[in-house]
């Protein structure tokens, strides 16, 4: 009747590992309990970074928006608020991303079309219009121009009466994986990395209570990294910002805790949870043994997790909503701090706000009707996950030891093209295996039905209307500005560039002048330059 | 005036990243399938104008150009691209469009002058076979 073991099919993990069809106590001997675990809020935080974790406080919800122009953008924010959203993430348009005005010919058919348009200071003020900036926790998914983006941020705040210590929030400001995926770069490698130590140094000496960089494995695993793959170069490149911030003179007790990390989540529901484990346990050791952190929040890796874009499907798009469900439940009972979710219609356009809603929806539902946030670590002590979560730890410092030893560093890693062609030829053999249907991908290339249900989602329109009136106000804002003050504080982050000065004080001063992100990108780039691509296949 | 390529001779493909969109997995991921069916591929990397793509093409003598658009703007990128590589006489030179194209938009791609679009998920084996597959005359006769 039952099976023998021989005859079963082979079970091996995206990251290789081959599983067992049972696990039992032998398997988690090598598990020392206070050594590798220890109590949920203490060294190494495998069990999770607070002592009571989601039964003192829920996970964050936090889905990210953002389109047209910023009155639009402040109307979508305005509506998660209401609908029980604590926390905004915001998305900018590629010509914002890559430091474009919108009347920059290269910004032809893009300005406001996957997020919002901000050309100067005036339309941070419009997008933020009525939002409590020390209430409401800001995330900017922002990364080449953070330092002129996070100085309107400033701004904005300042104006509303809150004072820099009292705000709160985060900019993505994770350039090296723009690098390796998402593409959002702009100056080369060593001076883009000096730029996030001047926000780093800036935060760590001004803005105590804001993330400054939050480092995406995120979007190296989208690229199509492994989950272990994902951690390693994440870590690697915390590493490196942690090593900016050191040679600013600041102790790393003084600003690592600040950093935190934005991971993916889709496939296997028990690798992406050991991940996360292994990931805390690991962060926290490196942080003491080779930085010799002592505080705890210097130790502890704050994460947002959810996600799993890549795990979603063009064809019969409902699928996803349930797989964003599981998503969000590997999410809560892998301990993340914030949740974001991909919605099920964002494999077409920018989502609906119905797509929006039932992923707010989902997430409310797990956490107030389905229990999961009553204990905490419910998964810990499982034979099978601690097994898989050593496993996993031990495989993820084997790649992070690769990178060092074989590429020379992430930095020249990046710098070459390592990472990229690694990550490239990974994507090709999972596309390989959905293609061939070694891994399912359920309506896709398995139980497909005949007559495609793909074209179904309504399309977000794109407003041509509302561009012409982004434009008009850039021109507008132009024509009314004390002209000389903004030259006299463009020629300051002139020379804060070309002098390696952190160029945070020249940058609040330029964005209060109305100096475009676009003039003040166009002077950076003529004293750092410009990145080229390695292009390895 | 080209020479004909002689029968035989591997396909010449450009995969190229028009505009300032970012995301280049589907792109590379097609450039390695093209390569593996044994065409010689050059990919452009990130953010290239029509220009740089179409001085690319020439430069490169290629038969194919393949360009990947995530961002939404691919009709109006799709179309600038064909006007450059007529206006620099190079009509013979097929475009293919990949990406995320939604269903309205493909007909009107093909209208434009695109040879065939192949949306995200689309089959390596389809996309290669379609390449490697294009009559060898007629991927230089404009000359």
């Known amino acids: ?92 348009d590629l010509p914002t991303q890559m430091g474009l005005d919108s009347d920059d010919p290269r910004a032809e058919g893009e300005v406001g079309r996957v997020g919002m348009a901000i050309d100067t200071l005036r339309d941070m003020e419009v997008a933020f219009a009525g939002i409590p900036l020390d209430r409401v926790s800001v995330s900017l998914t922002i990364n080449a121009v953070t330092p002129a983006i996070l100085a ?67 979007h190296i695993r989208e690229s199509g990294a492994t989950p272990v793959q994902e951690i390693a170069y994440a870590f690697a490149i915390a590493r490196a910002y942690v090593g900016e911030g ?8 003084e600003f690592a805790g600040r950093i935190s990390f934005n991971f993916d989540v889709f496939g296997n529901l028990w690798e992406q949870v050991a991940k996360f484990r292994a990931a805390r346990r690991l962060w926290a050791r490196l942080m003491r043994d080779e930085f010799a952190a002592q505080k705890p929040e210097t130790l502890k890796m704050k994460m947002i997790a959810g996600g799993g874009g890549g795990g979603l499907t063009i064809e019969e798009p409902e699928n996803n909503i349930v797989r964003g469900t599981v998503y969000a439940l590997i999410s809560a009972l892998s301990g993340t701090q914030t949740m974001a979710l991909c919605c099920y219609d964002e494999a077409y356009t920018i989502p609906s706000e119905n797509a929006s809603l039932i992923s707010l929806r989902t997430m409310q539902i797990l956490a107030e009707e389905m229990g999961l946030c009553d204990t905490v670590d419910p998964l810990g002590g499982s034979y099978y996950v601690e097994w898989l979560t050593t496993e996993l730890e031990q495989r ?40 061939s249907g070694e891994t399912v991908k359920v309506g896709v290339n398995k139980y497909r039905r005949a007559a495609s249900s793909a074209g179904e989602v309504k399309l977000h329109e794109h407003c041509p209307q509302a561009m012409e009136e982004q434009r008009r106000r ?39 002048a109305y100096a475009t992100l676009g003039e003040i990108v166009a002077v950076m780039k003529d004293v750092l330059g410009e990145y080229r691509e390695p292009v390895r296949l | 005036m080209d020479p004909a390529p002689l029968p035989g001779q591997p396909v010449r493909v450009l995969v190229a990243k028009p505009g300032l969109d970012g995301h280049d997995r589907g792109a590379k991921v097609v450039a390695l399938a093209l390569v593996r069916a044994g065409c010689e591929v050059i990919y452009t990397g990130l953010h290239k104008s029509i220009e740089q793509i179409v001085a690319a093409a020439a430069d490169e003598d290629v038969d194919v150009v393949g360009i ?42 093909l209208e434009l002058g695109a040879a065939a679009v192949f949306p995200t998920g689309a089959n390596l084996d389809e996309i290669s076979r379609f390449v490697v597959d294009l009559p060898p005359r007629a991927r230089r006769c404009n000359a």
């Open chain 1, 474 to 512: 850039l021109a507008e804002v132009k024509s009314t500005r004390d002209a000389a003050e903004v030259r006299a504080a463009l020629a300051e982050v002139r020379e804060a560039c070309a002098q390696k000065k952190n160029v945070m004080p020249a940058m609040i001063r330029a964005v209060k």
């Open chain 1, 1 to 92: 009747m039952a099976a023998d073991k021989s005859e079963l099919r082979r079970v091996v993990l995206e990251s290789g590992i081959e599983v067992a069809p049972v696990y039992g106590p032998a398997d988690v001997a090598p598990v020392d309990p206070a050594r590798d675990l220890g109590e949920p809020g203490e060294f190494p935080f495998t069990r999770g970074i607070h002592k009571l974790m989601y039964r003192a406080r829920p996970w964050t919800m936090r889905q990210y928006a953002g389109f047209g122009s910023p009155a639009e953008t402040n109307g979508r924010f305005r509506f998660l608020i209401e609908n029980g959203q604590d926390a905004l993430n915001v998305a900018f």
């Open chain 1, 396 to 435: 993820i410092v084997a790649e992070m030891r690769r990178v060092d030893e074989d590429w020379g560093g992430i930095v020249n890693a990046v710098r070459e093209g390592h990472v990229q062609q690694a990550v490239a030829r990974q994507a090709y053999e999972v596309e390989r295996k959905i293609q």
């Open chain 1, 152 to 218: 309107m941020y400033v701004a904005v705040a300042e104006r509303q009466g809150i004072s820099r210590a009292r705000i709160r929030g985060t900019t993505q400001n994770d350039i090296l994986k723009e690098f390796i995926g998402r593409g959002a770069w702009i100056f080369p490698v060593e001076p883009s990395i000096r730029l996030i130590g001047d926000t780093i140094e800036f935060c760590a000496r001004e803005m105590p209570n804001y993330y400054p960089t939050s480092v995406c494995g995120y």
């Open chain 2, 68 to 109: 990947s658009i995530l961002s939404g703007a691919h009709v109006h990128l799709t179309r600038a691209l064909l006007e450059r590589l007529r206006a620099e006489g190079l009509d013979g030179v097929r475009v293919l469009v990949g990406g995320n194209i939604p269903h309205a938009d493909r007909a009107r791609l």
């Open chain 1, 246 to 253: 050191l040679s600013r003179g600041l102790a790393v007790d």
